[in-house]
């Protein structure tokens, strides 16, 4: 029997992409469903001249495509999951982690090779102020200037020459066939990724066991591990786009000395600071990762070990920047 999956997403040509995609990766498994895409206008997108910190945070682009699944008006709804907070609705929860694309941010001009290049005072448009944070910090001679909007009205306000630079999510630029406009990728030494940046998500009801299964085919086990121990950051620090809050997980093979068990080991590091990249406080710490742990052991593993991250960032004062910032 056929089943109509209905995809609320955000109508940016990003998010429309990532829906697209989404529907893709299920036709090539279930080639007999019939998938819907609604596209909906959130708060987010309509106000696009203020710091989203002043608007409360990145959640306004979610909320909507929640409540179209929870008024049963959508199935699913497809997140880029950087955008997405640690607790989902009752009733809702992530399904579904996918493989993750490019984690790392690209710097963007049309004059300049990289920001080593820039001279000083040149005009840097970001309105992450985990960007902010970090490149103030190694490059205190540039200024770094509010820039909201999707991707291609903020490469259009470069064009007009409203900045010298943007910095963009390379994997949003790769997604949209834009990678030509990326002159460097910034390495994570210099600015460590957001929490679960390039990697899709699927929220759906907790109750639809069959949409779970029909789900679990576009799951990635690597990545849901990396992104568990990421996420577990946020959760502990109670982060949102008003904290200057990074992390990057990754799991790199462990030498196995021909034994028939491969063993990988689970590398988290992660960061606080304050704006101005005055103050930036970070941690890092690893744990191993055996092959024939259960899903729930390795997801067990991953927030064991973003929690110890976590309390080593808070034991260095990390709640102290973050309660300043949290002050009206």
Not at 152 to 165: E, G, I, P, S, V
Not at 200 to 209: H, P
Not at 266 to 290: E, F, M, N, W, Y
Request: aromatic share 4%; glycine share 6%.
């Amino acid at each position: 029997m056929s089943k109509t999956i209905r995809i609320a997403t955000r109508n940016s040509p990003l998010a429309l992409w990532q829906a697209n995609f989404v529907k893709a990766q299920l036709l090539k498994h279930h080639p007999s469903l019939s998938i819907d895409i609604i596209g909906m206008t959130t708060r987010g997108d309509q106000i696009i001249d203020t710091p989203l910190t002043k608007l409360g945070g990145k959640g306004l682009f979610v909320k909507e495509l929640e409540k179209a699944i929870l008024e049963n008006n959508a199935d699913i709804a497809v997140h880029s999951m950087k955008d997405v907070g640690t607790q989902c609705p009752p009733g809702l929860f992530i399904s579904t982690i996918m493989a993750r694309h490019n984690p790392f941010d690209a710097f963007v001009s049309n004059d300049y090779a990289s920001l080593d290049a820039m001279p000083p005072n040149s005009i840097v448009g970001s309105c992450s102020l985990r960007r902010i944070c970090q490149l103030q910090k190694h490059y205190p001679q540039l200024q770094f200037t509010p820039l909201r909007g999707n991707v291609n009205t903020r490469l259009q306000k470069l064009d007009d020459q409203q900045y010298d630079a943007i910095i963009l999510a390379a994997a949003g630029l790769e997604r949209l066939q834009l990678t030509q406009r990326i002159r460097v990728e910034i390495p994570p030494e210099i600015c460590l990724p957001a929490i679960a940046q390039g990697t899709i998500g699927i929220e759906c009801r907790q109750s639809d066991q069959r949409l779970h299964e029909m789900l679990a085919v576009l799951s990635d086990t690597d990545n849901t591990i990396c992104a568990t121990a990421e996420r577990t950051i946020n959760a502990r620090l109670q982060g949102s786009c008003q904290t200057p809050i990074a992390a990057y997980a990754t799991l790199q093979n462990s030498p196995t000395n021909h034994s028939q068990q491969a063993t990988r080991t689970l590398h988290l590091k992660a960061l606080v600071g304050t704006p101005d990249g005055r103050l930036i406080l970070s941690a890092a710490q690893s744990t191993t990762i055996d092959a024939d742990m259960t899903i729930d052991a390795l997801l067990e593993k991953a927030t064991t070990l973003g929690n110890a991250v976590a309390a080593s960032l808070v034991e260095q004062g990390a709640a102290e920047i973050l309660a300043t910032l949290s002050t009206p």
